[in-house]
């Protein structure tokens, strides 16, 4: 299935920590200087009250590693009444006492995976290395589209609020086609409203866990310019749906994601497959010459997680018809002109972006030029397009400064890479030129590791 387009600090040291409740230390019972000075300041009375949330769920989930926990927290108590009326020493320690436990929290309830996941990603890699022998283009869609869940979706969206103009949205009143009595009874007690506040919002039901029931994905469209969208996963637990990050707290609940995807200036999708009986969100970043991806637990934190990189190398060419700035009037290129411009285009690296190393100037710089800059490379990129490199280009005598742009790896069955190389001569004020590029790409490599995921995957 296929998927495109986020003290318990109190006085009584030890008695406190276990005893605060998440409203904070009672002031009732405020005994020194530093807890008068906490409950007499509103900012200080929530970090508290937040320090109680994190420390009673990091001794829940860290069994083995209480008695450190709770003497690294009486040390720190110590270090804070140092502070004894100064309430921005006081706020400076709550909130570094707050990033470690933080952190400590989040090591403590995130998937590992085991050996189960290094057998199905080694699964992965050999059926798609299999694959490329007859598809050595389409190799991985492929592989993934054969790997496919069969779990039954059911789609449907939040409703706007009422008014003509109205822009929010929230959880739809009646039950939605497709959604059974017993899920539609678990959806509505689940909060959701809370979701539906972030934008526009569609809900998906399908099994992540092959358990017989169907568990919840929500996507969040944000916009921005990377036209984002965010897709946050829901296990259903009886009569309820349970967030992925319910296990961090409250505070990690709305907006946090398993994933998003960025619309404009990446190119990012995600395919719902199933290996050895476990199904993964294989969440694919792509650019030039490389595809990654990562093998997310769908109902889990993750932060290490399976990656697979499939590398490739293209054969560039330069079609002869090219189309006008109107995008439909079609014209041939000059046999010089596409002669030039295929020997430039033959410089570029077939298998990966442009990384830098030693600049040197792509054209000759006159004596009398004002921008010398202008002669080493053709300058500040879009966010919307991905620049492979900065080559030059003769044409008779003359040199221009030329560069290939593509969108992040997009690849279709008619055209293979479909990439722009724009052209200029430096020191000119003539109008760039732009021509387009296709490419057809090879599998080179196909390898696996571990670690932590990227792009919109990335926690």
Not at 38 to 59: F, K, S
Not at 73 to 102: G, P
Not at 320 to 337: F, G, I, S, V
Request: proline fraction near 4%; charged fraction near 25%; charge should be negative.
């Amino acid at each position: 299935m296929y998927i495109k387009g986020r003290g318990i600090v109190s006085a009584c040291v030890l008695l406190f920590i276990q005893q605060a409740m998440a409203a904070g230390m009672d002031c009732t019972k405020a005994a020194n200087a530093v807890e008068n000075t906490i409950c007499a300041n509103n900012q200080l009375h929530e970090l508290d009250a937040q320090m109680g949330t994190v420390y009673r769920g990091l001794m829940k989930v860290s069994a083995d590693a209480k008695p450190e926990l709770k003497v690294s927290q009486r040390q720190w108590l110590n270090t804070r009444d140092e502070c004894t009326d100064d309430v921005s020493c006081l706020e400076q320690r709550y909130r570094e006492r707050l990033q470690v436990l933080k952190a400590q929290w989040k090591e403590a309830v995130v998937y590992k995976p085991n050996d189960s996941d290094e057998q199905a990603l080694d699964d992965l890699q050999k059926r798609i290395r299999a694959a490329s022998k007859s598809d050595p283009q389409f190799a991985l869609e492929r592989t993934l589209a054969s790997l496919a869940i069969h779990s039954p979706l059911t789609v449907f969206d939040a409703e706007p609020d009422e008014g003509e103009y109205a822009e929010k949205t929230h959880f739809p009143k009646n039950i939605p086609k497709g959604v059974t009595q017993s899920e539609w009874k678990a959806l509505q007690a689940s909060n959701l409203d809370a979701d539906t506040e972030q934008g526009q919002t569609t809900f998906n039901l399908l099994d992540l866990d092959e358990d017989g029931q169907r568990d919840l994905v929500v996507q969040t469209y944000t916009g921005g310019t990377g036209l984002f969208s965010f897709y946050e996963t829901y296990r259903r637990d009886g009569d309820r749906f349970i967030r992925r990050t319910a296990a961090l707290g409250e505070e990690s609940g709305v907006g946090s994601s398993l994933y998003s995807i960025s619309g404009r200036g990446a190119n990012q999708a995600v395919n719902w497959i199933s290996i050895r009986g476990k199904v993964y969100a294989a969440y694919r970043d792509s650019n030039y010459g490389v595809d990654q991806v990562y093998l997310l637990s769908p109902l889990q934190v993750n932060v290490e997680v399976p990656t697979l990189t499939v590398n490739y190398r293209y054969q560039l060419s330069i079609p002869r018809t090219q189309t006008k700035e109107d995008h439909k009037t079609p014209y041939t290129l000059n046999p010089e002109l596409h002669r030039a411009l295929a020997k430039g285009l033959a410089t570029v690296g077939k298998d990966s972006s442009d990384t830098g190393g030693e600049r040197k100037p792509l054209c000759p710089i006159p004596a009398s030029a004002e921008e010398p800059e202008e002669y080493y490379g053709y300058g500040a990129g879009y966010y919307v397009v991905e620049t492979i490199a900065d080559f030059p280009v003769h044409i008779g005598n003359e040199c221009f400064v030329a560069r290939l742009n593509d969108h992040f790896g997009n690849y279709d069955k008619k055209d293979g890479l479909y990439a722009q190389l724009t052209m200029r001569k430096p020191g000119s004020i003539e109008q760039e030129r732009e021509y387009e590029v296709h490419g057809r790409r090879r599998i080179t490599q196909v390898g696996t590791s571990m670690g932590k995921a990227g792009g919109g995957a990335a926690d």
